[in-house]
């Protein structure tokens, strides 16, 4: 079984910064990309960043040059600092990998961690 656990959530002002962590867990054989969602009240889950295991990034417009997306693979982790934080980042972010789990056969499986809650306010 592969688990994906988030943490660093929390309650932040505007134009502060916080720190989001991912850790895979379980039978995992490698861990192609990383990615982190974010889904606000009443919106649909976007993408927020990814990175590949070679450490290829991609971000989204709306937060290029505030977050940043970084890996551990050797901790099957995923990380996201975010930086300069308003009002439109509050969220719950979900963690998510493109894993290849231990075991026959070559197909990845898509994983979700639960999420984390990031709220932004004065």
């Known amino acids: 079984q592969v688990q994906l656990v988030e943490s660093g959530g929390g309650l932040v002002q505007p134009g502060g910064s916080l720190s989001l962590s991912c850790a895979a867990s379980?039978?995992?054989?490698?861990?192609?990309?990383m990615s982190w969602y974010r889904q606000a009240p009443e919106k649909q889950r976007e993408l927020v960043a990814s990175?590949?295991?070679?450490?290829?990034?991609d971000y989204a417009d709306f937060v290029k040059g505030r977050f940043t997306i970084s890996r551990d693979n050797a901790k099957n982790s995923v990380y996201l600092q975010m930086n300069s934080l308003g009002l439109e980042d509050t969220a719950v972010y979900f963690c998510?990998?493109?894993?290849?789990?231990?075991?026959?056969?070559?197909?990845?499986?898509?994983?979700w961690g639960r999420g984390t809650q990031v709220t932004v306010s004065s």
């Open positions: 998510y990998g493109s894993i290849l789990p231990v075991g026959p056969g070559l197909r990845e499986y898509d994983y």
């Open positions: 990175i590949t295991r070679a450490g290829h990034s």
């Open positions: 379980g039978n995992i054989f490698s861990i192609n990309r």
